[in-house]
């Protein structure tokens, strides 16, 4: 299973670049050596132009370990961007979303997250492309790490730089990703918080459970003490011996016996049928 949260290496170069702008490549052949093929933004997750899932791709592909692709287009493109790969072993998850400032693009960030989730769970990679891999594609991609790494916008976006130059979400893009992360850290603040009460409520449960069966065991089928001879009708001890009775000893004997026969049984079997399971 490949462990984002765990990718320490990944952590501290995304924190390296919080603070400072994006890296600027004013090298034209970068820029379209970029543009035009995927790179791997963090362990597992791909972004790149719809290039990079062509048919003729599927060797690299396989190579690298991905088996699920996000494919990012609206209508008007479905005829040229839409899944290339006919193999059985991809999975995708085609989204028709398009690249204006006006499109409501945050409904598709838990989808998204639940998909990349499942191939990395299961030890696969993830590429996620679009028309040309900057905008809606580099969207999604940038609201997973957000999530994934607690960041806010300018701290992912300066990251995904570094690694896809490209990337230019529109403006509506970005407006969405700066709402969404105050969205996901109160789920995740509420997410902890029920899971915690869940775990008092379960404590809490069994607790009371082995209580109850140890009151009923209790109440029912513990031993009681003997009844004491100086308390019963025949008066007192020293009335008995004056009165030629029994000895104390015999007498004491005879109720024991009278106990014993009258007393409820206790097994560990009764025991284990009452414990909570």
């Not at 004491?228 to 001890?237: K, R």
Request: hydrophobic share 35%; glycine share 4%.
């Amino acid at each position: 299973m490949i462990d984002m949260t765990a990718s320490h290496c990944y952590q501290e170069e995304i924190n390296s670049t919080s603070n400072r702008s994006s890296i600027l490549y004013s090298s034209p052949t970068w820029e379209y050596f970029c543009n035009a093929s995927m790179q791997e933004i963090v362990p597992g997750v791909f972004l790149g132009p719809y290039s990079a899932a062509q048919m003729h791709c599927l060797a690299n592909l396989r190579e690298k370990g991905i088996r699920y692709i996000i494919c990012v287009r609206q209508d008007v493109e479905a005829h040229f961007i839409r899944p290339q790969i006919n193999d059985p072993s991809f999975t995708y998850l085609t989204l028709d979303i398009a690249d204006q400032v006006t499109e409501n693009i945050i409904r598709f960030f838990p989808k998204v997250r639940t998909f990349i989730d499942e191939a990395l769970s299961k030890n696969f990679k993830v590429l996620v492309h679009g028309n040309s891999g900057n905008s809606r594609s580099a969207t999604l991609v940038l609201a997973y790490i957000m999530e994934k790494f607690g960041l806010g916008l300018s701290e992912a976006l300066d990251f995904v730089k570094t690694k896809r130059a490209s990337v230019n979400p529109n403006e509506g893009f970005c407006a969405q990703l700066s709402e969404y992360e105050p969205i996901y850290k109160a789920r995740q603040t509420l997410n902890n918080g029920e899971s915690s009460f869940s775990n008092r409520i379960r404590q809490k449960r069994k607790s009371e459970q082995l209580s109850e069966a140890v009151n009923d065991i209790c109440h029912y089928d513990l031993i009681q003490p003997p009844p004491s001879p100086i308390s019963c009708d025949y008066g007192s001890l020293e009335d008995i011996m004056k009165n030629n009775s029994p000895t104390a000893t015999d007498f004491s004997n005879h109720l024991y016996k009278l106990w014993l026969e009258q007393r409820p049984t206790l097994t560990m079997n009764n025991m284990d049928e009452r414990l909570p399971v």
